[in-house]
T-cell receptor, first 115, second 116 residues
Framework: KQEVTQIPAALSVPEGENLVLNCSFT??????LQWFRQDPGKGLTSLLL?????REQTSGRLNASLDKSSGRSTLYIAASQPGDSATYLC??????????????FGRGTQLTVWP | DTGVSQDPRHKITKRGQNVTFRCDPI?????LYWYRQTLGQGPEFLTY????????KSRLLSDRFSAERPKGSFSTLEIQRTEQGDSAMYLC??????????????FGPGTRLLVL
């Protein structure tokens, strides 16, 4: 069974800092990896998707990297802003026929950016 | 593209009652997923459909849970004889099965269930 771990569980930083969120997974036979943002009491917003053949993806101030062999992904947020405060979730889709559709999620990193 | 919608957004029920939730996916998406999220945890997969066929079910989906997608468009998730442990956020997602690994799942706002 795929297990996804996110470190740290919580992070509090002043505005303007660059920061890194970590995600690790146990089964390297992944199909893709998605990073999501979740605001309190809300649904998930997709931020970035990295395909299994890719090493990184960028969107604005966000950059996500993937190292399949070591079972790790990082989400880099540049010049953080208070509006970035949310929980960030990493999810992995495995490349195995019987469980091809599901995403396996970590518990998330709760980010607070203060002015 | 109006995104994934879910109804109701909130539901309070008494233990033992039946509840039904609805999900309307993004219109051209052929895959639809249900997840459950409890406080402080990441979402856990329940089931998914490709068109009207239910292709995968989690062990979390006990016999009190049933999901349908009768015409390959909207889906319903029913919980019979609710228990307090069913209290959670129920999330729906949809995607277009492109056949490639660039398939993104888009999530709705969720239905928050509280069982008293």
């Amino acid at each position: 069974k795929q297990e996804v771990t996110q470190i740290p569980a919580a992070l509090s930083v002043p505005e303007g800092e660059n920061l890194v969120l970590n995600c690790s997974f146990t089964d390297s036979a992944i199909y893709n990896l998605q990073w999501f943002r979740q605001d309190p009491g809300k649904g998930l917003t997709s931020l970035l998707l990295i395909q299994s053949s890719q090493r990184e993806q960028t969107s604005g101030r966000l950059n996500a990297s993937l190292d399949k062999s070591s079972g790790r992904s990082t989400l880099y947020i540049a010049a953080s802003q208070p509006g970035d405060s949310a929980t960030y979730l990493c999810a992995v889709r495995v490349d195995r026929g019987s469980t091809l559709g599901r995403l396996y999620f970590g518990r998330g990193t709760q980010l607070t950016v203060w002015p | 593209d109006t995104g994934v919608s879910q109804d109701p957004r909130h539901k309070i029920t008494k233990r033992g009652q039946n509840v039904t939730f609805r999900c309307d996916p993004i219109s051209e998406h052929n895959r639809l997923y249900w997840y459950r999220q409890t406080l402080g945890q990441g979402p856990e997969f329940l089931t998914y459909f490709q068109n009207e066929a239910q292709l995968e079910k989690s062990r979390l989906l006990s016999d009190r849970f049933s999901a349908e997608r009768p015409k390959g468009s909207f889906s319903t998730l029913e919980i019979q004889r609710t228990e307090q442990g069913d209290s959670a956020m129920y999330l729906c997602a949809s995607s277009w099965a492109s056949g490639g690994s660039d398939e993104t799942q888009y999530f709705g706002p969720g239905t928050r269930l509280l069982v008293l």
